[in-house]
């Protein structure tokens, strides 16, 4: 489910967030955009939802530490919805747990 609301509080240059499989958003979403969320719907699902928010936070901290200001685009979630955000039919293929893949930078 897509939410499209100006109303959504999220600094530039994020325009959408995905909180539990819902996606709210700034402005109506791309197939890539929605792509994008919908696998960190598959990842959020995959560690019960409560899980999957806990380990964002922890490796998010983790990656401040390495990476700085660089450390959203270093989260395991992130990297591999961005890696796969042009593939739309990524998730039909996923494996589960994929996320798991880009803990390291190999």
């Known amino acids: 489910m897509v939410i499209v609301t100006k109303y959504v509080p999220l600094p530039k240059p ?14 109506p979403l791309t197939e ?10 598959s990842q959020c699902w995959e560690l019960f939802v409560l899980g999957f ?6 490796e998010y901290l ?3 530490i390495q990476y700085g200001n660089n450390a959203y ?6 990297r591999e ?3 796969n ?3 739309l039919n990524y998730r039909t293929t996923r ?3 994929a996320w798991a893949r880009y803990l390291s930078k190999e």
């Open 14 to 27: 994020f325009f959408a967030i995905n909180i539990c499989g819902i996606i709210f958003a700034k402005r």
């Open 32 to 41: 890539v955009d929605k792509n994008h969320e919908l696998i960190h719907s």
């Open 53 to 58: 928010y806990i380990w964002y936070g922890i």
């Open 62 to 64: 983790i990656r401040m």
């Open 73 to 78: 685009r270093n989260i395991s979630f992130e």
């Open 81 to 83: 919805a961005y890696a």
């Open 85 to 87: 955000e042009h593939n």
């Open 95 to 97: 494996k589960r747990n």
